[in-house]
């Protein structure tokens, strides 16, 4: 049986061949971007927390007001009221974006070791 290469017939067998050879690579290079991306998502957030530490410490250590090396929850939310009261000059009791970005100044008393 003799193939007649330029029928339509055929033309279109091997066009859908082709294509479905294409999508399949597609797909694969997509799954394989994928599991790239996955893999290298714990080791990129690994790096921005050991990053952060440097600057998490000397916080955590004025929060700390019983030397124990722990910030309990009570010493955290007490850390933090004094600093939204520090931040809330026009004591409104809210802070604006102006208020959050105003220039660190020195820690308040009773919070530093």
């Known amino acids: 049986m003799d193939r007649d290469f330029n029928s339509v017939p055929w033309r279109t067998a091997v066009f859908r ?3 479905m050879i294409a999508a399949l690579l597609v797909a694969g290079a997509m799954v394989e971007t994928a599991l790239a991306q996955k ?3 714990p080791r990129a957030q690994d790096d921005n927390v050991a990053k952060g530490e440097a600057q ?3 916080l955590l250590l004025l929060m700390d ?3 124990d ?3 309990s ?3 955290f939310m007490r850390f933090m009221e004094a600093e939204f009261n520090r931040l809330d000059k026009k004591n409104e009791g809210k802070l604006d ?3 959050l970005t105003q ?3 020195p820690p308040i008393r009773g919070f530093h070791k």
């Open 17 to 19: 061949k082709w294509t």
């Open 39 to 41: 893999v290298a998502t």
């Open 56 to 58: 998490v410490k000397p």
């Open 65 to 67: 007001h019983d030397p």
């Open 69 to 71: 090396g722990k910030v």
């Open 73 to 75: 929850k009570q010493e």
């Open 97 to 99: 974006v102006k208020d």
């Open 103 to 105: 220039p660190p100044a």
